[in-house]
Nanobody, 116 residues
Framework: QVQLVESGGGLVQAGGSLRLSCAAS????????MSWYRQAPGKQRELVAS????????YADSVKGRFTISRDNAKNTVYLQMNSLKPADDTAVYYC?????????WGQGTQVTVSS
């Protein structure tokens, strides 16, 4: 059974940093694109960043230069380093996700709250 478990969320002041982790179990995703999404209250879920198996990354314009996605294929884990956090823009539940064939897997999410 595939599981994605996020951790590292919490409360941080504006301008601060957090590092999210997403550990996958039940299968190896070393060959799959892994992604971070977020959903703020009343808003649609949006793609934050994605990373290929080879380490090529893409970012939403709103986080470019502030967030860095990385992965450790040996640990089946993807990370999101978030710097210069902004209260309104970055407060949300963050989810990791991976697609394999016709299936998309989601974690349970981790709350990130940025205080002003």
């Amino acid at each position: 059974q595939v599981q994605l478990v996020e951790s590292g969320g919490g409360l941080v002041q504006a301008g601060g940093s957090l590092r999210l982790s997403c550990a996958a179990s039940g299968s190896s995703f070393s060959r799959n694109v892994m992604s971070w999404y977020r959903q703020a209250p009343g808003k649609q879920r949006e793609l934050v960043a994605s990373i290929t198996s080879g380490g090529s990354a893409n970012y939403a314009d709103s986080v470019k230069g502030r967030f860095t996605i990385s992965r450790d294929n040996a640990k089946n884990t993807v990370y999101l380093q978030m710097n210069s956090l902004k209260p309104a823009d970055d407060t949300a539940v963050y989810y990791c996700s991976v697609i394999r064939g016709m299936d998309r897997f989601w974690g349970q999410g981790t709350q990130v709250t940025v205080s002003s």
